[in-house]
């Protein structure tokens, strides 16, 4: 009966529920640290990731993302710092970003490590209204032209490891500011 109180009251809008277009990751088992900043440092040593990804190839506006990520432990190997880039493209929409990552790795026992991580950073985002074809035009939909605008983000999570396992939590856009253009 929960359940059913939960959605009634998510559909009928109750709840304000809002969602920001991220960047879509394939194989990001490959480049945890674009997700969980609390990762940073747990390879062990230097790595180095780039990650493209291309949709929909041929087709105008098709999703396009680029990932460049660099992250080593340091502070006998107590600490893990990293920086993460980001250019995302979708349709009229596009996207860079660049952050730098901090985590403190906590040595449990000899097979079992717990970190703790942060993320900060900026993310620019560009909008041109020209490259969408309006089915009708009126006055709100003429000249609406290119909308800009940028924002600090944060993020943090937690990664716990041993040789046989891996489990992770992460907490994306704190305090994100809302980025749509008031009409």
């Not at 190839?57 to 190997?77: E, M, Q, R, Y």
């Not at 952050?99 to 950073?121: D, E, R, T, V």
């Not at 992770?168 to 704190?174: A, E, N, P, V």
Request: aromatic share 14%.
């Amino acid at each position: 009966m929960r359940k059913h109180i939960f959605i009634f009251l998510l559909i009928s809008g109750v709840w304000k529920v809002a969602a920001q277009q991220d960047p879509q990751y394939n194989l990001y088992q490959f480049n945890p640290l674009i997700i969980n900043p609390a990762y940073a440092g747990a390879r062990d040593g230097l790595s180095v990731v780039a990650n493209v990804r291309n949709q929909w190839v041929g087709f105008d506006g098709s999703p396009k993302t680029n990932v460049l990520s660099c992250h080593a432990p340091i502070l006998n190997k107590n600490v893990g710092i990293g920086f993460t880039i980001i250019g995302d493209r979708m349709g009229p929409r596009k996207m860079f970003g660049f952050s730098g990552n901090f985590a403190y790795i906590l040595k449990l026992n000899n097979k079992l490590k717990l970190s703790f991580g942060l993320n900060a950073g900026y993310n620019r985002y560009q909008f041109n209204y020209n490259e969408i074809t309006f089915k009708t035009i009126d006055n709100t939909t003429k000249n609406l032209g290119d909308f800009n605008t940028g924002a600090v983000d944060f993020n943090s999570g937690f990664y716990l490891k041993s040789k046989s396992f891996f489990l992770g939590l992460s907490f994306t856009h704190i305090g994100a500011k809302n980025l749509m253009r008031s009409t």
